[in-house]
């Protein structure tokens, strides 16, 4: 139990396009996913959390109008990364965190998407 | 603020080999602990946790002890394999009494080779 997909799994883009990437748990229910990235042999930077039903709470230094978070359904969010760059290169990694919260915080988490902008 | 702090890689070992990789936390209030393990090209797998002080989290032969009196969570394995070279990250969750929305704070994350 508890998997999370990301699709794609690989998307090269040309820089000014915009790309949708998904975040489902398949055998649970999400009120809270996350999304990450994550540079080569680096940690995972936190960009963002996704609420179903509200605003996404993005973290300081992360641009909201470039990384757009919609989370319809207590089993998808999606990140567009909107006009995107050579610099938005990257392996972006989602999380979702079952539900009811208890005091347990495991979040599982997807395969990752590796987003190349030319 | 919160934050995990993992040794440095990469370590390289032999197969059959001991393991300890060193985690050790700052957090206000109780967090969680885990470590997550990640495959060259692959998103994390939850390898194990610890709720509370005092508690074990162990899963494929891997062990950690949640050691509030030295803010420790070590990762261990008594005999490695070649199949256990990945990127292993201990995390902590941030209690969400604390406003911190239970956020996963993570180490830096230590590269694990093992050799045949």
């Known amino acids: 139990g508890a998997v999370v997909s990301q699709h794609p799994s690989r998307v090269i883009c040309k820089s000014g396009t915009s790309v949708k990437i998904e975040c489902r748990s398949l055998?649970?229910?999400?009120?809270?996913m996350f999304w990450y990235r994550q540079f080569p042999k680096q940690s995972l930077m936190l960009m963002a959390t996704?609420?179903?039903?509200?605003?996404?709470?993005?973290e300081q230094g992360v641009e909201k109008d470039k990384f757009l978070i919609n989370h319809a359904s207590l089993t998808l969010s999606t990140l567009t990364v909107t006009s995107a760059h050579p610099e938005d290169s990257s392996f972006y990694i989602c999380?979702?965190?079952?539900?009811?919260?208890?005091?347990?915080?495991?979040?599982?988490f997807g395969p990752g998407t590796r987003l190349l902008v030319l | 603020g919160d934050s995990v702090t993992q040794m440095e890689g990469p370590v390289t070992l032999s197969e059959e080999a001991f393991l300890t990789i060193n985690c050790t936390y700052t957090?206000?209030?109780?967090?969680?602990l885990f470590w997550y393990v990640q495959y060259p090209g692959e998103g994390l797998q939850l390898l194990l946790k610890?709720?509370?002080?005092?508690d074990k989290g162990s899963n494929k032969g891997f062990e950690a002890t949640y050691r509030k009196e030295t803010t420790s969570f070590h990762l261990e394995k008594g005999s490695v394999q070649v199949s256990d070279s990945a990127v292993y990250f201990c995390?902590?969750?941030?209690?969400?009494?604390?406003?911190?929305?239970?956020?996963?704070?993570f180490g830096q994350g230590t590269e694990l080779s093992v050799k045949p």
């Open positions: 999380s979702a965190r079952p539900e009811p919260p208890g005091r347990e915080e495991t979040q599982y």
């Open positions: 055998d649970f229910q999400a009120t809270t």
């Open positions: 996704s609420n179903e039903g509200s605003k996404a709470t993005y």
């Open positions: 957090a206000t209030g109780y967090p969680s």
């Open positions: 610890a709720t509370k002080a005092d």
């Open positions: 995390a902590l969750s941030a209690q969400r009494i604390y406003n911190q929305g239970g956020k996963l704070i």
